[in-house]
């Protein structure tokens, strides 16, 4: 059986390595001059900057990813390393949350800070486990967050929680999925793990696993050839290839756009995926900060700005500044305005960072805006992680992995939940409909 992968980012050479153990040779298909999306790194300046992943959780001793990576022999192939004290650092509300890489510490240090709602934690993090268990059998939690969270009453309490939402969906949101929230937040809380070598590690692993895919790059899909609920052929390039299935990785907004049927039921269904909700997108600061950084920072305010160290370089910390950002923004300026307005956000925001925390001197080395995000990874309007992951969404959307037509599969960051533990998740519920043939 002959399967294309439509996107070479990080979802499609998983899937790639999936497959292979299953006995099959897919073809990826990638825009751009290299695999890898965002979840690639890249050099400036001679320092090495990553763009979409700076650590996971998962990733310890019989966690979801640690067995994935064992049970496809990358282990061996990367450098995983704890944080010192605390992964994260929460700045809310004039106060400081260390949060520690430990579920049981975590909750005990809540009930140290908000000894009114210890019966109330308990009974969270009851919940949490319960539904944190990774598996395609285990069945979902269609629950939102701020259901569960009915039983708290301090709302400080609430706002530091709904901190690990934002690996996921947005900002302090209490509409999220539960579901997905408990299987981040104790994945992250046991298992938060860097990377040496940020993504391109992981990138450059999965990829020099691969045997027998072939990997296409610079060769962009620009239509789909359809017949009533099957796809035919794909066209790129000047080529028209066909294949007996296709699993798209590509963002499913981006996805309809490349479409054309004549099918009612298949073009509702596009027209719905067209209007669920993005995350929002970021403007993104690539920086040496002078002083020392061992965990990442989180300073909340009307706006999350989010300062996130990758690694030391001649004394200092290379890092990557976030800060949530919309589209619009940018979207309709003409060079000379864009470029302005790109070095007055950046200025605007170093200013109020160095007034946040002492971190010394702050060496600009390159910026993004969500026009960059949008051309570098075909995703939708810049959205960071996405299709929002919000409960109402996650129930209604539609967006399984099985498509509307028979023999067209979606994955990637938008079907299941975003990171390297959505992709990975995402890809074995995909591959699990391709029967072994090895």
């Not at 080529?239 to 490349?258: C, G, N, R, V, W």
Request: charged share 25%; net charge positive; with cysteine.
């Amino acid at each position: 059986m002959k399967v294309a992968i439509i996107g070479g980012g990080i979802s499609g050479l998983i899937c790639a390595l999936m497959l292979e153990k299953k006995g099959y040779s897919p073809t990826i298909f990638e825009k751009n001059s290299a695999v890898g999306g965002v979840f690639n790194s890249f050099f400036k300046k001679g320092i090495l900057f990553d763009i979409g992943f700076h650590y996971s959780g998962s990733l310890a001793k019989g966690q979801y990813l640690d067995t994935m990576f064992e049970y496809y022999n990358l282990k061996d192939k990367l450098k995983l390393s704890k944080y010192d004290f605390a992964f994260d650092s929460i700045y809310l509300d004039d106060k400081i949350f260390h949060i520690p890489n430990n579920s049981i510490a975590f909750k005990e240090m809540l009930k140290k800070y908000f000894p009114q709602e210890k019966i109330a934690i308990e009974k969270f993090f009851l919940e949490c486990l319960k539904s944190s268990i990774i598996s395609i059998d285990t069945p979902i939690d269609h629950r939102s967050l701020d259901k569960v969270m009915i039983d708290f009453k301090d709302i400080k309490l609430k706002k530091l929680l709904q901190h690990f939402t934002i690996f996921f969906s947005k900002q302090q949101h209490k509409q999220a999925s539960f579901d997905i929230y408990a299987k981040i937040m104790i994945s992250m809380l046991d298992g938060t793990r860097k990377i040496k070598g940020g993504g391109k590690a992981v990138v450059d692993a999965i990829k020099n696993s691969l045997k027998k895919s072939t990997i296409k790059t610079k060769s962009e899909i620009v239509e789909f050839i359809t017949e009533e609920k099957t796809i035919k052929a794909l066209k790129y390039n000047g080529k028209t290839e066909k294949y007996d299935s296709y699993i798209s990785t590509i963002h499913p907004k981006t996805l309809s756009q490349l479409i054309r049927s004549e099918n009612r039921n298949i073009n509702r269904y596009f027209q719905h995926i067209k209007s669920l909700e993005e995350t929002p997108s970021v403007f993104a600061i690539f920086c040496l900060i002078e002083k020392e950084i061992k965990n990442n920072l989180y300073f909340y305010d009307k706006k999350c700005l989010s300062v996130l160290p990758s690694r030391q370089h001649n004394g200092k910390t290379v890092a990557t500044i976030l800060i949530e950002c919309d589209y619009n923004t940018y979207a309709n300026l003409d060079k000379s305005a864009y470029k302005e307005k790109k070095a007055n956000e950046c200025a605007k925001y170093i200013k109020k960072l160095k007034k946040l925390a002492d971190f010394g001197n702050i060496e600009v080395i390159d910026i993004s805006t969500p026009l960059t995000k949008q051309r570098y990874s075909n995703g939708y309007n810049g959205s960071l992680y996405g299709i929002l992951c919000s409960n109402k969404q996650k129930i209604l959307s539609m967006l399984t992995p099985k498509s509307r037509f028979d023999n067209l599969y979606l994955a990637g960051e938008n079907i299941i939940a975003p990171g390297l533990l959505g992709c990975w998740f995402g890809a074995e519920i995909v591959t699990n409909y391709f029967k072994d043939i090895a």
